[in-house]
Nanobody, 125 residues
Framework: QVQLAESGGGLVQAGGSLTLSCIVS????????MGWYRQAPGKQRELVAS?????????HHADSVKGRFTISRDNAKNTVYLQMTSLKVEDTAEYYC?????????????????WGQGIQVTVSS
């Protein structure tokens, strides 16, 4: 079965950095589009960044994190990363790794076929 294991979350002061990792098993990782999502209390889950399978395009970052967050992948390690710098209090959320993203026309969104359990990132002022 497909498994996603996230790590790297925690508490950090505003302006600091964290790197999230997500190790994936059970799928052909190199060809799967991957994404990081987040959900803050009382808000909808949102796509933070996505990266296509090898040779299929460029990464995309949400406007709110552009220039501060970077998504990357290591296909040899079946791992996707989210490097977060210049963190802000408003980045506080539960972060979720998503695997095998597909476009859902009814939602006009990229939706993963598989989700990680989520990992908390808290940014203090």
């Amino acid at each position: 079965q497909v498994q996603l294991a996230e790590s790297g979350g925690g508490l950090v002061q505003a302006g600091g950095s964290l790197t999230l990792s997500c190790i994936v098993s059970g799928i052909i990782f190199s060809s799967a589009a991957m994404g990081w999502y987040r959900q803050a209390p009382g808000k909808q889950r949102e796509l933070v960044a996505s990266i296509p399978g090898v040779g299929l395009g460029l990464p995309h970052h949400a406007d709110s994190v552009k220039g501060r967050f970077t998504i990357s992948r290591d296909n040899a390690k079946n791992t996707v990363y989210l490097q977060m710098t210049s963190l802000k209090v408003e980045d506080t959320a539960e972060y979720y790794c998503g695997a095998d993203l597909g476009w859902v026309p009814e939602l006009k969104k990229l939706v993963p076929h598989h989700w990680g359990q989520g990992i908390q990132v808290t940014v203090s002022s």
